[in-house]
């Protein structure tokens, strides 16, 4: 069983892509492999990031709570809407805090927007924030399009395609996981 968290990465209000954090949350319960983790940075109203974690002596509450759950995670899933063609900034804000939480971590990316690319930019632009900070990306992303129509509020797909990409994304993203997480065992 892998120990899988999921960063979502929205804090505004009427948030659409909660519904994606939902449903993918859903579908790796719902694959018997993964325990999950949901980290939903709305609950934690984060600062402005000023410092990283590790050269804090006071970190604000709940910082390390999220650098736990980051830190023993065998994988981590990012979710986040896409704003001015960009992932959140609530998002990066979160992400900028930690450092060695992310190490050699497989990190699989889901995005939405409530136009029709489905948070296309935010996902690629995630994807190289991802090796930035020394993570591996999975190359297949889930992108969400016309949220309000493709998700209910319970993150359940409302046509067959969606559901058959929430698959498939949770088997690459679990095979991912699997490969990434052996080689680490093996390094350690």
């Known amino acids: 069983m892998f120990r899988i968290t999921i960063l979502y990465g929205a804090i505004r209000e009427g948030r659409l892509s909660i519904r994606a954090a939902k449903a993918i949350k859903s579908a790796l319960e719902a694959s018997g492999k993964a325990e999950i983790t949901f980290i939903d940075i709305k609950d934690y109203n984060l600062p402005v990031m000023e410092a990283r974690l590790k ?100 993150g359940q797909p409302k046509n067959e395609a969606l559901s058959k990409s929430i698959q498939h994304f949770v088997k690459e993203y679990l095979w991912f996981v699997d490969a990434i997480s052996t080689q680490v065992q093996k390094g350690k």
């Open 55 to 154: 050269d804090m002596e006071n970190p604000p509450d709940g910082l390390l709570d999220i650098s736990q759950k980051l830190a023993t995670a065998d994988g981590i899933v990012f979710v986040t809407p896409e704003y001015n063609n960009s992932y959140s900034g609530a998002m990066k804000n979160a992400v900028d805090y930690f450092t060695k939480e992310w190490s050699k971590k497989p990190i699989g990316i889901v995005c939405g927007s409530d136009g029709k690319q489905g948070g296309l930019n935010a996902s690629n632009l995630l994807q190289l924030l991802v090796l930035a900070i020394g993570a591996f990306p999975m190359p297949y992303k889930l992108l969400v399009p016309e949220l309000q129509l493709a998700l209910d509020e319970e």
